[in-house]
């Protein structure tokens, strides 16, 4: 079922981590597995926010070995960074398994990643100037909490909460999806590809990385093929309206827009309000009136229906 929530404050950054917080939690029943977020906040010039984990939560809890391995795994990290060259301006544990790195770097973020990446059990969940993408297991109150979200100063975010269904409950299965390495771009999506494995095949002889089996992966990894080739954000979408097939509602956002697509059936619910200074988006609307507490007019989006807009 899952539920996906966004908002986008137009002319000026708002506390989007409470925001958020406070949307998916009122989803938690469409999701009760994991919950994750992706909130933009303002770019240090010639900086980059990484975000990784080198562990699960689960493995955490199995006790003092796996610790053991976790310290091992992060000073890894460390190491490899600084072969590269990366300069750590700040580093902050956000638990005992998931780590925030504020970093300068000129080089090939490609390479980055790989050898980052290429330490055991290590993931990084995002990469970008303004992207911050949080997601663990446990319900949104949980996780804002565990990473220290509420009061995150910033323009947009979208959301997700899981129920699991074809996939694990891990956090490497949670929403939202980065496009590696492609920084600043983030999916979150409702419903079911039927065409995954073909387009996953088609993206990965372009040299796409895919670090799940979950097929909501696919379509930020689409997308970003798209804005690489010069599409713009818009027509990339309405490009996927054709081009993915099953049932879908999804939202993406990019440094500074967000959008939301739906396919041609719009099996998979989503309500929207609108205002001059706000747009909030969610799979009910319960959510919408968490942070807009007055009575509103919202609309549900119609069958193949594109939108984006711009902080």
């Known amino acids: 079922m899952c539920g996906i929530a966004g908002i986008i404050h137009r002319g000026g950054a708002a506390d989007v981590g409470s925001e958020m917080t406070a949307m998916l939690q009122s989803l938690k029943h469409r999701g009760p597995d994991s919950t994750g977020f992706a909130v933009y906040g303002e770019p240090n010039e010639d900086e980059y926010i990484l975000r990784f984990k080198v562990a699960e939560q689960e493995d955490v809890a199995r006790g003092y070995d796996i610790r053991r391995q976790v310290g091992e795994r992060r000073a890894e990290v460390d190491r490899r960074l600084d072969e590269l060259g990366v300069k750590v301006v700040e580093a902050e544990d956000a638990t005992e398994y998931a780590y925030r790195y504020r970093i300068a770097y000129e080089g090939d973020m490609r390479k980055l990643a790989d050898y980052v990446e290429d330490v055991a059990s290590t993931e990084i969940l995002s990469l970008g100037a ?19 979200l509420k009061g995150f100063e910033g323009t947009h975010a979208i959301g997700h909460t899981r129920m699991a269904t074809e996939s694990d409950v891990d956090i490497r299965s949670a ?21 995954y494995w073909i387009m996953r095949r088609e993206l990965e002889r372009k040299d796409f990385r895919f670090m799940s ?41 990019t440094s500074d827009s967000l959008g939301m697509a739906k396919d041609d059936m719009a099996a998979k619910p989503m309500v929207l309000y609108e205002s001059d200074d706000l747009v909030a988006m969610a799979s009910e609307e319960v959510a919408i009136r968490q942070i807009v507490p007055q009575e509103i007019d919202t609309i549900d989006p119609y069958d193949r229906e594109v939108r984006v807009w711009r902080s």
């Open 130 to 148: 303004g992207l911050e993408l949080v997601k663990d297991l446990g319900d949104a109150t949980t996780v804002s909490d565990r990473y220290s």
């Open 213 to 253: 089996n979950c097929d909501s992966e696919l379509i930020a990894v689409y997308v970003a093929d798209k804005l690489q080739a010069g599409m713009a954000l818009e027509d990339a979408m309405r490009r996927s309206v054709d081009e993915l097939d099953g049932v879908f509602t999804y939202l993406v956002a």
């Open 175 to 195: 929403h939202p999806y980065w496009a590696y390495p492609y920084h600043d771009i983030s999916v979150v999506h409702n419903g079911q590809l039927t065409n």
